[in-house]
């Protein structure tokens, strides 16, 4: 059964900072891995997708990468801005329609 | 246009009532998903249709019922649910593998449920 953690729980650091947040996964055997983003009781914002055959994406400020064979995924915000300040999910998916998401990180940027 | 559009927004209802969550996408996604989320918890998986029908049913009490009617739209019907159903409610769509390498899920912005 694949499980999903995300490391930290909960991050806050000043503007202008450049940040990383981890996303490990029991289960090599991945289709994707998707990074989204969630504001207080809204919806999921889709940031990145991740095919297992690829390395990384990237999108504005934003760069996830991916290494199956380890079981690890980063995704990095360069220029944290108040904005940023969200939780963000990953999720795996491993080839049926079932997204495995994580707990999530509560990410706050102090302007 | 990428959007999944859920109605209503807000929701509140009695343990006797019956009522139905909407969700509506025009991207031509063959899977659709509902999603239920608690306070400070990750979505959980509830149904999944593909090609419009059901493929996933998480083990949900009886008293959710989704359907499919066509392609781009997706209900659940909710009867005789209890506080503890209280949650945010997600839909969500994507291609599936055969429709494209692409496989991004699209979220709308959630129906918030109050039973009481």
């Known amino acids: 059964k694949q499980e999903v953690t995300q490391i930290p729980a909960a991050l806050s650091v000043p503007e202008g900072e450049n940040l990383v947040l981890n996303c490990s996964f029991t289960d090599s055997a991945i289709y994707n891995l998707q990074w989204f983003r969630q504001d207080p009781g809204k919806g999921l914002t889709s940031l990145l997708l991740i095919q297992s055959s690829q390395r990384e994406q990237t999108s504005g400020r934003l760069n996830a990468s991916l290494d199956k064979s380890s079981g690890r995924s980063t995704l990095y915000i360069a220029a944290s801005q108040p904005g940023d300040s969200a939780t963000y999910l990953c999720?795996?998916?491993?080839?049926?329609?079932?997204?495995?998401f994580g707990k999530g990180t509560k990410l706050t940027v102090n302007p | 246009d990428t959007e999944v559009t859920q109605t209503p927004k807000h929701l509140v209802m009695g343990m006797t009532n019956k009522k139905s969550l909407k969700c509506e996408q025009h991207?031509?996604?063959?899977?659709m998903y509902w999603y239920k989320q608690k306070a400070k918890k990750p979505p959980e998986l509830m149904f999944v249709y593909s090609y419009e029908k059901l493929s996933i049913n998480e083990s949900v009490p009886s008293r959710f019922s989704p359907e499919c009617p066509n392609s781009s739209l997706l209900n659940l019907h909710l009867h005789a649910l209890q506080p503890e159903d209280s949650a945010l409610y997600l839909c969500?769509?994507?291609?599936?593998?055969?429709?494209?390498?692409?496989?991004?899920?699209?979220f709308g912005q959630g129906t918030r449920l109050t039973v009481v």
């Open positions: 991207m031509g996604h063959r899977a």
């Open positions: 969500a769509s994507s291609l599936l593998p055969g429709q494209g390498l692409n496989t991004e899920a699209f």
């Open positions: 999720a795996v998916g491993g080839g049926s329609e079932k997204l495995v």
